[in-house]
Each structure stands twice: as structure tokens, then as C-alpha cells.
Nanobody
């Protein structure tokens, strides 16, 4: 059974930084893309960042230059380094793992709050 677990959320002041981690376990097939979505109150869930097994990244325009996704394939773990955080980055961040022949699995979400 696949499990996806996020960690690293919290409260930070505007301009601050946070690092999210996400580990997938129980993987029996190839792990394709991993990444992060976020959902703010009253808004739709949006893709923040995705990274392929080869390391190719994709970001939503609003975080380009501030967020960096990275991945450790040996540990089935993906990271999201978030710098220069803004209040509009406040949301629940969800990690996903796209497992070949098995589908997409989601973490439980971690709250990121940017506020002074």
C-alpha cells in the first residue's frame, strides 16, 4: 500500500522561508512525477510544482524564482524549498506521487501560513 507523507509546514513571516518534504513508501512500480498542489480557503486547488524522475521541473508562474523543487529518487522523497514567502502563499500544500501502473497518491496536506 502506497503512503505519501508531507512535513515541514508552519507559520512564517512574509519574506521568510520554509522547506516542505514529502516521502512516498510502499512503491512497487516506477515512481513517475512527484509534486505539490496547494489549496487556499475559497480557492481551487492549483499545481505549484512538479518534478519528474529525471529532475525536470515545472512551476506555476506565481512561484517561479521563489520556490525550488528537488528530489531524491533513492528515498522516493521530494522537497519544496520556498523562499520570499508572501501572504498569498498561505494554503494547505498537498504532495502527490504518480506511480506507474498504480495511479496518483496524495498526502494528507500540510498547512503553510504566511503572516506577520
Amino acid at each position: 500500500q502506497v503512503h505519501v507523507v508531507e512535513s515541514g509546514g508552519g507559520l512564517v513571516q512574509p519574506g521568510g522561508s520554509l522547506r516542505l518534504s514529502c516521502a512516498a513508501s510502499g512503491i512497487n512500480f516506477r515512481l513517475n512525477a512527484m509534486g505539490w498542489y496547494r489549496q487556499a480557503p475559497g480557492k481551487q486547488r492549483e499545481l505549484v510544482a512538479a518534478i519528474t524522475s529525471g529532475g525536470t521541473t515545472n512551476y506555476v508562474d506565481s512561484v517561479k524564482g521563489r520556490f525550488t523543487a528537488s528530489r531524491d529518487n533513492a528515498k522516493n522523497t521530494v522537497y519544496l524549498e520556498m523562499n520570499s514567502l508572501k501572504p498569498e502563499d498561505t494554503a494547505v500544500y498537498y504532495c502527490y506521487a504518480d506511480v506507474f501502473r498504480a495511479g496518483i497518491y496524495w498526502g494528507q496536506g500540510t498547512q503553510v501560513t504566511v503572516s506577520s
